[in-house]
Nanobody, 115 residues
Framework: QVQLVESGGGLVQAGESLRLSCAAS????????MAWYRQAPGKQRELVAT???????IYADSVKGRFTISRNNAKTTVYLQMNSLRPEDTAVYYC?????????WGRGTQVTVSS
């Protein structure tokens, strides 16, 4: 079964850190770009970070300098290290990639940052 499974969310205070993980299975994702999105209540889903096959990454302006996207050597897991968290980072975070031309999404993991 092809799937992405996120983990690592939780409730933290402003200024603290979390590391999210996305485990990819059921297909060969080694050549894929992988991304993290988030969706806050009442808002549209937005792109947080993308990691390309060659290792380059792009970030939303709102998280630059605070978040880092990476993957393990086997390229089966993608991480999002989130530092200096803010209340406005509160959202459900989703892992995403493209598979045969279609979006593949995980179910998401909730991140809540209290002030």
């Amino acid at each position: 079964q092809v799937q992405l499974v996120e983990s690592g969310g939780g409730l933290v205070q402003a200024g603290e850190s979390l590391r999210l993980s996305c485990a990819a299975s059921g297909s060969d994702f080694r050549l894929n770009a992988m991304a993290w999105y988030r969706q806050a209540p009442g808002k549209q889903r937005e792109l947080v970070a993308t990691l390309f096959y060659g290792g380059s990454a792009i970030y939303a302006d709102s998280v630059k300098g605070r978040f880092t996207i990476s993957r393990n050597n086997a390229k089966t897991t993608v991480y999002l290290q989130m530092n200096s968290l803010r209340p406005e980072d509160t959202a459900v975070y989703y892992c995403n990639t493209q598979l045969r031309g279609s979006d593949l999404w995980g179910r998401g993991t909730q991140v809540t940052v209290s002030s």
